[in-house]
């Protein structure tokens, strides 16, 4: 059974027993934001990103979800790359392809990569510039208080180390505010060139989730909801707050193993 609380400022908690139900939980709350926003926009803007995220959005690719979601609706987007080729194990494009889009019938022409063959400055500056196109088109929405896009929903895994889309922690690309996508050549977890949506990207969307398991990320998810005081640092994934936007945190239970307990109720 799974434990669901609102934390005061970080968003919903979803505290699952294991991976099954949590990959259950997270097909629902996609397929449900999905027919949400097909009804309201006519479209379903998505952005993803790489890592065991992939694998936990299995259950879409299964009954119910492969016949009823809407597929045809969808616009498939990343919030961040690796600096390799789309053919490479280490691609995040790669890896929603063969996990997730090629399983389910998605409109070629809606996906949304990023560039393999430029540098990752100008790959950078052309998703911009592909995310612009679209939002004058509102394929993808536009915030109401900024001219950031906003995405439908944004999908997001977080590291060890506090990090969220290549958003690493102490690194200046947290600053980075005037554009919608930035890169970075020295990313600590490889390969080091890497492509990424900034903070008011992420905190511009509609929705924001948070995907995060494993007994190793105990710690980061604990400073990263629970209130720990000004003697940390904000990690990235603290930094990810909606402004007008809906953030949902979906964790296993050793995930969520170091947080303050005391604010969850069954
Ligand atoms: O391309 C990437 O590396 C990611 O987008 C990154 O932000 C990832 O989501 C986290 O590192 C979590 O990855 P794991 O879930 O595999 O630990």
């Given at each position: 059974m799974a434990l669901s609380e609102v934390h005061k400022d970080r968003g919903e908690l979803r505290i699952h027993e294991n991976l099954d139900e949590l990959g259950t939980d997270l097909a629902d709350y996609i397929a449900e934001l999905s027919e949400a926003s097909v009804k309201e926009r006519g479209v379903f803007a998505i952005a993803l990103s790489g890592g065991s995220l992939i694998g936990l959005m299995g259950k879409l690719c299964e009954a119910p979800y492969n016949k009823t979601v809407d597929w045809a609706k969808w616009y498939i987007f990343w919030a961040d790359e690796r600096g390799v080729a789309k053919t490479h194990a280490d691609s995040n494009y790669k890896l929603a392809?063969?996990?997730?889009?090629?399983?389910?019938?998605?409109?070629?022409?809606?996906?949304?990569?990023?560039?393999?063959?430029?540098?990752?400055?100008?790959?950078?500056?052309?998703?911009?510039?592909?995310?612009?196109?679209?939002?004058?088109?509102?394929?993808?929405?536009?915030?109401?208080?900024?001219?950031?896009?906003?995405?439908?929903?944004?999908?997001?895994?977080?590291?060890?180390?506090?990090?969220?889309?290549?958003l690493f922690p102490n690194h200046p690309v947290l600053d980075a505010n005037n554009e919608w996508v930035t890169f970075i050549?020295?990313?600590?977890?490889p390969p080091p060139e890497r492509i990424t949506f900034t903070l008011p990207v992420i905190n511009s969307a509609s929705n924001v989730a948070v995907v995060v398991a494993g007994e190793d990320k105990a710690e980061a998810?604990?400073?990263?909801?629970?209130?720990?005081?000004?003697?940390?640092?904000?990690?990235?994934?603290?930094?990810?707050q909606p402004t007008k936007g809906k953030l949902v945190w979906f964790l296993d239970k050793l995930a969520a193993s170091k947080l303050d307990s005391s604010q969850f109720s069954e």
């Open positions: 392809k063969d996990g997730l889009l090629s399983k389910v019938p998605i409109v070629p022409s809606h996906v949304h990569s990023i560039n393999d063959s430029l540098s990752a400055e100008e790959a950078a500056n052309d998703y911009e510039f592909v995310i612009r196109q679209l939002v004058r088109t509102r394929t993808i929405s536009v915030s109401d208080i900024s001219d950031s896009p906003k995405f439908d929903l944004i999908l997001l895994g977080m590291g060890a180390d506090g990090h969220v889309a290549s050549t020295n990313s600590p977890k998810v604990h400073l990263a909801i629970d209130d720990v005081g000004p003697d940390h640092p904000p990690l990235p994934a603290r930094m990810v």
